[in-house]
C-alpha cells in the first residue's frame, strides 16, 4: 500500500465518520441542551447497519465466501435493528 492509497484511505474513513455524526444528530443535543450518548450510539448502530450492507455485497461479488459474508451480514444488520429498537424504547420480541 503507497503513501497517496493511505491518505485516501483515511480521508474516506474520516468523511463516513463525520457523515454519520451528522446523520445521527450530533447538533440536537447542543441545541436542546441534551448529552451526546445517543449521538454516540447512533454513530454505533449506523457503523454496524454500514459493515453489515457492506458484507451483503461482498456476498454478491465472492463466490468462495459467499455463505459466510451473508450471514455475518445479515447478522450484523439484525444486530443494528435490535440496537435502533432499544434505542426508541420499543420491546425487541
Keep these: 500500500m503507497t503513501g497517496t492509497t493511505k491518505i485516501l484511505t483515511s480521508v474516506k474513513y474520516a ?3 463525520a457523515f454519520f455524526a451528522l446523520l ?5 443535543p447542543f441545541i436542546q441542551g441534551g448529552g451526546l450518548d ?8 449506523l457503523f454496524v ?7 451483503i ?10 455463505g459466510f459474508y451473508f450471514s455475518i451480514g445479515f447478522g450484523l444488520v ?16
Excluded at 445521527?24 to 440536537?28: E, K, N, V
Excluded at 455485497?57 to 459467499?66: P, V
Excluded at 434505542?87 to 425487541?92: A, E
Aim: hydrophobic residues 50%; positive net charge; without cysteine.
Design 38 to 45: 445517543y449521538t454516540i450510539f447512533g454513530i454505533i448502530v
Design 49 to 55: 447497519g454500514l459493515a453489515g450492507t457492506i458484507l
Design 24 to 28: 445521527s444528530g450530533i447538533f440536537y
Design 78 to 93: 439484525a444486530i443494528s435493528l435490535i440496537f435502533i429498537l432499544q434505542l426508541t424504547g420499543r420491546p425487541i420480541f
Design 15 to 17: 468523511y463516513l465518520i
Design 57 to 66: 455485497y461482498k456476498a454478491s461479488t465472492n463466490e468462495k465466501r459467499r
